[in-house]
């Protein structure tokens, strides 16, 4: 079967194909990141769509668009979780037998959520680290097997799909829209929503997201084409893709406006703050564009709005210890010291007493050398109440006669201790 046209009719036509079956979530204000942009901020809310991602977009349009012979050899398809998802409910609505391969990262909940959709009609099968290695084996399974390849982002009939996310927002929209925000990790959702707007709507700014750790779209656009990052850091799961598609590049090159990257630790702040202000339930791809929308403070006029894409909402609840960790180091508020103390009494008093000061806690102690914790240096994770109060900190442990070292985050030795 041949692919549609990429072009914003063709989003329309996959919108009409969706309507009647996805959900058409909300267009929600936020009050928060309004009064730090300035100007009217707005969430499309696809982490309430069905399976809480706006995967399914993709994923039903190109499934409900196989043919007979096609849909009889069944599916196949290689995701970080919420494109397996898509399929998976895809799969037990259409009657379609399928495959999803899913890298060892995955996070639980969604390797349960794929088989609770699918409903019997998929199998799951966990293959390398990354999505890229996943991906390899689930098109060499299409290959032995002759399941039809479900792309998440490279394909036609999944890019068209995950635009019809730009027709609903500008229909909902009470203000005129400046900006559009848009997380990339492949590129599907982003070409797609480009592919509609620049030629329905084309004075609106698209910009596009990407986690400091996986920027492979702006690897792609620096190099020229698309490029394999020798390694990505796979917090944000969902967007942590090594190489762009062949199909999604030069649309996002031709036609978006900027594409930008956001710490990690930034994104866990916003996912916090979602969750504690908006009561909003976002997993690290859903918070990459409101985390990016802070940035355009004072740029947008009043008058109008920036649409913010809230991609997802799968996150595992046991994810949180780490998230919080990363936002507060990223705040400058957690820190970790070696801290050698001597073998005489009264060394540990001293730090505590005289090191340390009012409002710095110690979080983590541990001491390195398991035998012999007389002498050997302790891991100290200390949190503070400000960020300003590290100069004065890192003053007094320059003054005390213990051998302090700070490890600095990113650092092979802090990986290996916290």
């Not at 957690?334 to 009264?346: A, C, D, N, S």
Request: charged content about 20%; proline content about 6%; aromatic content about 6%.
């Amino acid at each position: 079967m041949s692919s549609p046209e990429l072009s914003a009719a063709g989003v329309e036509k996959a919108a009409a194909v969706l309507a009647p079956v996805v959900h058409r979530t909300p267009l929600e204000h936020s009050p928060r990141l309004s009064e730090i942009v300035g100007a009217s901020v707005v969430l499309k809310r696809e982490n309430r769509q069905i399976a809480r991602s706006y995967k399914v977009r993709g994923a039903y349009h190109f499934i409900s668009g196989l043919s007979e012979a096609e849909q009889a050899r069944g599916v196949v398809c290689a995701s970080a979780g919420n494109h397996g998802q898509g399929v998976a409910w895809s799969c037990a609505r259409l009657g379609l037998r399928g495959r999803v391969y899913v890298p060892g990262n995955t996070p639980r909940q969604k390797r349960q959520r794929i088989l609770a959709l699918g409903e019997g009609a998929v199998e799951l099968v966990v293959a390398g680290s990354s999505y890229d290695e996943a991906g390899a084996a689930a098109l060499a399974d299409a290959e032995k097997s002759g399941a039809v390849f479900v792309h998440p982002f490279d394909d036609a009939r999944t890019i068209l799909g995950q635009g019809s996310v730009a027709v609903e927002f500008m229909q909902q929209a009470e203000k005129p829209v400046h900006t559009v925000v848009v997380p990339v990790g492949g590129g599907g959702l982003l070409s797609g929503i480009a592919l509609w707007l620049k030629e329905r709507h084309p004075d609106v700014r698209i910009v596009g997201v990407e986690p400091a750790g996986a920027a492979s779209m702006q690897a792609a656009i620096a190099a020229g084409a698309p490029v394999a990052l020798p390694g990505v850091d796979t917090f944000v799961d969902g967007a942590a893709v090594a190489k762009v598609g062949a199909l999604t590049f030069p649309l996002v090159r031709d036609l978006v406006d900027e594409v930008m990257s956001v710490a990690e630790g930034a994104v866990c702040t916003e996912m916090l703050e979602l969750y504690q202000v908006e009561g909003i339930i976002a997993e690290p791809a859903g918070a990459l564009a409101t985390t990016a929308a802070k940035t355009l403070a004072g740029t947008i006029p009043a008058d109008q709005a920036v649409v913010c894409i809230v991609s997802g909402g799968n996150n595992d609840v046991s994810r949180y210890a780490e998230i919080v960790e990363r936002s507060l180091i990223h705040e400058g508020l957690r820190h970790y010291f070696l801290v050698t103390f001597p073998q005489e009494p009264g060394a540990l008093r001293h730090f505590l007493d005289d090191v340390l000061s009012e409002g710095e806690d110690i979080v983590v102690f541990e001491y390195v050398k398991k035998n012999n914790r007389e002498t050997g240096p302790a891991m100290v994770g200390i949190e503070l109440e400000e960020a300003s109060g590290l100069g004065p900190l890192l003053e007094r442990m320059d003054a005390s006669p213990l051998q302090i070292e700070q490890v600095p985050p990113g650092s092979p030795l802090f990986t290996f201790l916290a």
